[in-house]
């Protein structure tokens, strides 16, 4: 394979002794010169003498295991028990790893030494560690120490090496490998490597698992794990590979190139089975589909976010690569136009596919004998215009993503032929259903979700439904349904009859709803509700036999709630939004008194607020009581009587007025 470009440990102190020393020089000055300081010093010292030392925090020790993480220690503690077996000195401060600071104990079989600040390895440290199987060394400063060209070893029994984050660069590695013979796993993960050397292994022959994970590599030479028969795992991942030629680890199981620049991968041309089960080359730079051994085991495959415009199935039949073992497919975020059916032809165990946010205009599966074990389709983002099922291609299909594909027209009765589906995601498209009833006809292009056994989750939000049909999803055992976001949606009276026993979350949020004609009260399994940013002036009927748990009327012009159909949620109730409603409070007394003082969880209840009259300023519905109401009730009264006092008052002047203006004139005469 080539590449390119528990009994607590004790720390006992010296404090004591220089406080004795501080305190007699002290005293020494003082009875030269202060004489009268010499008994409150000497009283002084006496006390300090008798302080006891100052510990450091202790560590934690369980049976042979000691715990001294994140101590501020600089060395292990001098009282280790004999026989420790486990030593964890992670997040401390040691600097200089020597016999010393190991407190001279050489029995550990596990010794963590992460995050410190070694920059020194006494050689030989580990030479008489027979028993030492787990080193990590991770997130140090050995890129220091290996400055000085010396080897660590022998790492004799050692099967698990940890040197991530140490800022380590080509050929630094070599000083710690280099006598390493038991070694299985190793990790140079995050660190400054740009080249694996052809010797880089050589004296950890046993490996069986490499990280190197984001480092800079940008070359592999030939046959650097070549020796290593034992390999299964390599994480190459988050480097600089441009181009993977005549791969050859046949023994290989697991291999990451993941987030790399790789716009090649071709294997050796063999006849020999390849044993890799796992292939992750997503995130490159790749435009065309990986040249795999025809002879392979491969399980997972994930090619997702390159460049891909087609998957080549040309090539004489001797040469054709077969996938029997292959159970998941991703090609998702590619730019793939089509995909013959001829692809799958290879594919006999094959149980996810995912080809979302690609080109796709069709796609195809006509032929009974395909796709026979896929259990998840992922479709979705693509400009979809034509959908082909065969009547037994799919039947063990059981979730089905098409959301964000325009989809306009489909086969009448696709969603029939996939027996065992059970959820259906057909979000942001343009669908319309079909109805049941023969005498009425139903819009072209329409699908029916009537008679699909299986089916439990259907979402067909934002797909500008204009009707929803009587018994529109009738024998579908529906468990949520999904109508949000469809303005101006007219729902039947009867458009949920067939779902009150199966259906048990309904969403309509965003569809303009003034009122809703459809009858909740009959969906017995109904609990969670989404009624959320409509115009309901009235709450749907339910009753007593209501399930519903969880109520979503946030953003609706609700003024006043009906208290019965409020009693008769409060038994099974137990989340309510209700935020951005025109609330009264006085004509809903009953109800805010219910909902202070029941275990019904209102949210969004600091937003909730309630008007007392008309124009005056809203008041949270926590503090209304019923004296703000009578008080308020009193007001009205007062203003009316004096109103209508004002009224009759003007009406009474007004009148004697008028009478006074039709009173009779005496005649006056004159006599000449």
């Not at 080109?359 to 979809?384: D, H, K, M, W």
Request: charged content about 15%.
């Amino acid at each position: 394979m080539a590449g390119q470009q528990p009994e607590p440990c004790k720390v006992e102190g010296r404090v004591a002794e220089s406080s004795s020393l501080v305190c007699s020089v002290t005293i020494d000055l003082a009875m030269a010169t202060f004489p009268l300081l010499l008994l409150p010093l000497l009283v002084g010292c006496v006390a300090a003498s008798k302080r006891p030392p100052r510990h450091l925090p202790a560590c934690q020790v369980v049976q042979m295991d000691a715990f001294c993480s994140d101590l501020s220690l600089r060395s292990a503690p001098a009282d280790l028990p004999r026989g420790v077996q486990t030593l964890d000195l992670s997040r401390n401060q040691v600097q200089n790893l020597t016999r010393e600071t190991l407190a001279y104990h050489t029995g550990f079989h596990h010794l963590d030494l992460r995050s410190n600040k070694i920059h020194f390895i006494q050689p030989g440290l580990f030479k008489d560690m027979a028993e030492l199987k787990v080193l990590d060394l991770s997130r140090n400063h050995l890129n220091v120490f290996a400055l000085s060209k010396i080897n660590i070893g022998p790492l004799t029994a050692v099967k698990s090496l940890d040197l991530s984050s140490n800022g380590l660069y080509t050929g630094m590695s070599d000083y710690f490998l280099a006598e390493s013979p038991s070694l299985e796993s190793l990790s140079l993960n995050s660190n400054s490597i740009t080249k694996i050397a052809e010797t880089t292994f050589s004296g950890s022959a046993s490996l069986r698992k490499i990280g190197l994970h984001n480092n800079v590599i940008l070359e592999i030479e030939d046959g650097a794990f070549d020796s290593l028969n034992r390999l299964t795992e390599l994480d190459l991942s988050k480097n600089s590979i441009t181009c993977i030629t005549d791969f050859n680890l046949y023994n290989l199981k697991v291999l990451n190139l993941s987030k790399n620049s790789v716009e090649l991968f071709q294997s050796a041309t063999s006849a020999d089975y390849y044993n890799l089960l796992s292939l992750d080359l997503s995130e490159n730079k790749m435009s065309y589909f990986p040249l795999l051994p025809r002879n392979n085991r491969l399980e997972y495959l994930d090619v997702s976010r390159n460049r891909l415009h087609s998957v080549n199935v040309t090539g004489s039949p001797e040469k054709k690569v077969f996938f029997y073992q292959l159970r998941y497919l991703d090609m998702s975020y590619n730019q793939l136009q089509s995909i013959p059916e001829s692809f799958f032809y290879c594919m006999g165990s094959l149980e996810v596919l995912n080809v979302s946010n690609n080109c796709l205009s069709s796609f195809s599966v006509a032929n009974e004998g395909l796709l026979q074990t896929a259990r998840i389709i992922n479709l979705s983002y693509n400009p979809l215009q034509s959908l082909t099922f065969g009547e037994h291609a799919l039947p063990l299909l059981e979730e089905l993503f098409l959301h964000g594909n325009d989809l306009a027209t489909l086969e009448h009765r696709i969603f029939q032929r996939l027996p065992s589906i059970k959820h259906l995601q057909l979000q942001q498209n343009n669908l319309q259903i079909c109805s049941l009833d023969q005498n009425q006809q139903g819009p072209p292009g329409c699908v029916f979700f009537s008679s699909v056994p299986n089916l439990q989750y259907l979402d067909l939000s934002e797909n500008n439904l204009r009707t929803l049909p009587a018994d529109a999803f009738a024998n579908s055992p529906l468990t949520l349904l999904d109508l949000s976001l469809n303005p101006g949606l007219d729902m039947d009276k009867d458009s949920l009859s067939g779902l009150e026993h199966s259906l048990v979350q309904l969403l309509l949020r965003e569809n303009n709803i003034s009122s809703l004609s459809t009858d909740l009260s009959s969906l017995m399994s109904l609990k969670h509700v989404d009624l959320s940013t409509n115009q309901l002036t009235a709450l749907p009927l339910w009753n007593k036999d209501s399930s519903i748990e969880s109520l979503n009327l946030q953003n609706n012009h609700l003024v006043t709630l009906e208290y019965s159909t409020m009693l008769a949620l409060e038994h099974s109730l137990k989340t309510l939004y209700m935020g951005s409603n025109p609330l009264s409070c006085c004509s809903n007394l009953d109800f805010l008194h219910m909902v202070q003082n029941s275990t019904v969880v209102v949210p969004d209840i600091e937003t909730v607020t309630c008007v007392r009259e008309e124009y005056s300023e809203p008041v949270n519905i926590e503090m209304v009581t019923r004296e703000m109401c009578r008080r308020s009730g009193l007001q009205n009264v007062v203003v009316a009587v004096v109103l209508t006092v004002s009224v009759v008052l003007i009406a009474l002047a007004l009148l004697v007025k008028c009478c006074h203006s039709r009173k009779p004139k005496r005649n006056r005469s004159f006599n000449a």
